[in-house]
């Protein structure tokens, strides 16, 4: 059974860069959509990109220009920056394992908050 | 970006009572449809894939259906420990899009 852990500061200046690991144990790292997701409080879920066999990224468009995720498969571990951040980046991120036709995310982490304030 | 409305945003549910959850895309999204659980505090849990497929270890009062642009995901015999928020979500095309959520409570 694949189990996947978040980790990182919970809490980042305006302006700074927010950056997560995910740990994933268990299971194959190879051939599946490694996917970050956020929730702002009191908000819908907002996908952030995926990343397939370490290969090229496929981010949000409204995120493209901040966000960089890649995958290490020697640590079997998942990384997302995203830069230049403010109050509205403030959420519970989650890493997740995408699989299959509909990409469906069948694995997740238990999510870390991640609070943006001086 | 497709956009995913789910209705109800909330509703009141007896034990035993059967839920339907709709989910209408801005656009056709063929069968790239999911559903998820929430619970307060915890991470979503996948329930159903590619509109109808059911996760392993999900209860099989769990059931999904519909084409295109119209989906609904429906609880037959709701029980207790369903109580939670469910989404729905595209992946068709990215950005990959969640519906607001239905959040059910008990009645």
């Known amino acids: 059974q694949v189990l996947l852990q978040e980790s990182g500061p919970g809490l980042v200046k305006p302006s700074e860069t927010l950056s997560l690991n995910c740990n994933v144990s268990g299971g194959s790292i190879t051939n599946y959509y490694w996917t970050w997701i956020r929730q702002p409080p009191g908000k819908r879920l907002e996908w952030i990109g995926y990343i397939y066999n370490n290969g090229r990224p496929n981010y949000n468009p409204s995120l493209t220009s901040r966000v960089t995720m890649s995958v290490d498969t020697s640590k079997r571990q998942l990384s997302l920056k995203l830069t230049s951040v403010t109050a509205a980046d403030t959420a519970v991120y989650y890493c997740?394992?995408?699989?299959?036709?509909?990409?469906?995310?069948?694995?997740w982490g238990q999510g870390s908050l991640v609070t943006v304030s001086s | 970006d497709i956009q995913m409305t789910q209705s109800p945003s909330s509703l009141s549910a007896s034990v035993g009572d059967r839920v339907i959850i709709t989910c209408r895309a801005s656009?056709?999204?063929?069968?790239?449809i999911n559903w998820y659980q929430q619970k307060p505090g915890k991470a979503p849990k996948l329930l159903i894939y590619a509109v109808s497929s059911l996760q392993s270890g999900v209860p099989s009062r769990f059931l999904g259906s519909g084409s295109g642009t119209d989906f609904t995901l429906t609880i037959y015999s709701f029980q207790p420990e369903d109580f939670a928020t469910y989404f729905c979500q595209q992946s068709y095309r990215i950005p990959y899009t969640f519906g607001q959520g239905t959040k059910l409570e008990i009645k």
């Open positions: 997740a394992r995408g699989w299959g036709i509909s990409t469906s995310l069948d694995s």
């Open positions: 656009q056709s999204i063929s069968a790239h």
